[in-house]
């Protein structure tokens, strides 16, 4: 059984997600990581397990704007994404930023899924393990082993990832595998855990069935599909 997570990323609006709920079974194995206005519905209203997009790097208090990882627990949530290359990119969200945020989150027992890969350059200068294991280093030197134990790594290669329209490229299942197993010996050897390790960036019900057979791959981060019924219902009756 792999892990599916689903992304759902600002696409769906109140009907939308209410639709969603309905047209889709749900799964307590499945994790969905709505907008944060919708964790609550999610919470009483599916059978999904609920996660968070983000979280404040803040404690709480007088912080307008932001919500903090003891809210989240608070109202259900299991998981939360950290690093993920839209947040990254759009809100330049930096090495001490992402740190603070794994370690909130620990504090209160919610699971980071902490995201990584590299951009189309970077890929074409065939250096995506330098730069995948450099965004793992330079947050994992900073947190405790007990941290580290529980995070689990997505690897999105930022090309593969949809933008909503078009559908993108996706690495071929060796090259996956290969990412996949360069993260795991790495936090193996440098901080004695071992890690699941998710892949993401336009998974979706055509290309599912061929990615199920990368048997080091622990499951999906799933973004654009993640709020489409029919899809969406596809890849959880292949993975649960
Ligand atoms: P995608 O997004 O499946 O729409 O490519 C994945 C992600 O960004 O987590």
Redesign the pocket.
């Known amino acids: 059984m792999k892990i599916i997570i689903g ?1 759902q ?1 600002a696409y769906l609006d109140a009907e939308g997600m209410n639709n969603f709920i309905k047209e889709t079974k749900g799964d307590k194995n499945v994790i969905i990581c709505p907008s944060f206005p919708y964790i609550s519905t999610y919470v009483e209203k599916s059978n999904y397990t609920v996660g968070a997009q983000d979280v404040s790097t803040r404690d709480g208090g007088a912080t307008t704007g932001e919500i903090c990882a003891k809210q989240l627990a608070s109202l259900g949530v299991k998981y939360c994404i950290v690093g ?3 947040r990254r990119a759009f809100f330049k969200e930096s090495r001490e930023e992402l740190i603070e945020k794994i370690t909130k989150l620990s504090e209160v027992g919610i699971i980071p899924i902490f ?1 990584v890969g590299e951009n189309r350059e970077e890929k074409d200068e065939d250096i995506t393990k330098d730069v995948v294991g450099r965004e793992i280093l330079q947050v994992y030197d900073y947190l405790e082993k007990e941290t580290i134990e529980k995070i689990i790594i ?1 690897y ?1 290669p930022i090309w ?3 933008d ?1 329209k078009n559908p ?1 490229r996706i690495p071929t299942n060796v090259e996956i595998a290969d990412v996949t197993a360069y993260i795991k010996d790495l936090v193996s050897e440098k901080y004695n855990a071992s890690v699941k390790v998710l892949y ?4 979706n019900k055509k290309n599912v069935d061929e990615l199920n057979t990368i048997s080091i791959c622990d499951g999906y ?6 709020v489409k019924a029919e899809e969406f219902n596809y890849i959880m009756e292949r993975n649960v």
Do not use: R, T
């Open positions: 992304n990323k993920h290359s839209e995201c997505a999105e593969a990832i949809s909503g993108a993401g960036g336009s998974v981060l799933i973004g654009g599909a993640s």
